[in-house]
């Protein structure tokens, strides 16, 4: 009963093989459908997703590995910059609009009102205590040697002997018919 056992277990587990690798055939059948027409929208200039990963799966299954994918990750492509982002590149570095801001005020001030001043010009940030990042520039300009800190709390910008503060002259309009 013992060999009539085994053979029926032995043709049994036969059948499962057939099942089992009739089933991976038809599935390399079906991946490679897909990765044709991947191919074909591809070649049309549509990317279809996950192209890459049925291509491993195939090379897998038949033996030729794919190498592996270097870069980035599929999802954390490098978003887009907003216009916020891309306006706050462009625009005026802060210790730059300070010294601007001290130039045109020709006299000392005070913290609050060169944050006033910072955001009247229309300066952008996404700092989340603008009057502290405000106040870290003029700390910097000071150890920089551009500003002062008197005593009574108010900033100042020096001007050099060498180069004297520029002077705002009033644009004369020309008439180019006369």
């Known amino acids: ?69 270097r870069g980035r990750p599929p999802g954390s492509k490098n978003r887009q910059k907003g216009e916020n982002e891309a306006d706050e590149k462009k625009s005026m570095p802060l210790y730059a609009l300070l010294e601007n801001i001290s130039m045109l005020a020709a006299k000392p001030l005070s913290h609050a009102e060169y944050v006033e001043a910072a955001i009247q010009s229309g300066y952008q940030s996404k700092a989340a205590d603008f009057s502290n990042m405000v106040y870290q520039s003029l700390l910097k300009l000071v150890k920089g040697g551009s500003f002062t800190k008197n005593e009574d709390g108010k900033f100042s910008i020096i001007v050099n002997e060498a180069q004297p503060a520029v002077e705002e002259k009033p644009i004369e309009e020309e008439n180019p018919l006369e």
């Not at 093989?17 to 991946?31: A, P, T």
């Open 1 to 69: 009963m013992e060999k009539d056992e085994i053979k029926e277990e032995f043709a049994a587990r036969e059948e499962q093989l057939k099942i089992h690798s009739d089933l991976i055939n038809e599935e390399i059948g079906l991946m490679s459908r897909i990765l044709q027409i991947r191919q074909q929208l591809r070649a049309m200039g549509i990317e279809a997703p996950y192209s890459r990963k049925i291509e491993e799966n195939i090379a897998a299954v038949n033996g030729n590995a794919l190498p592996k994918r």
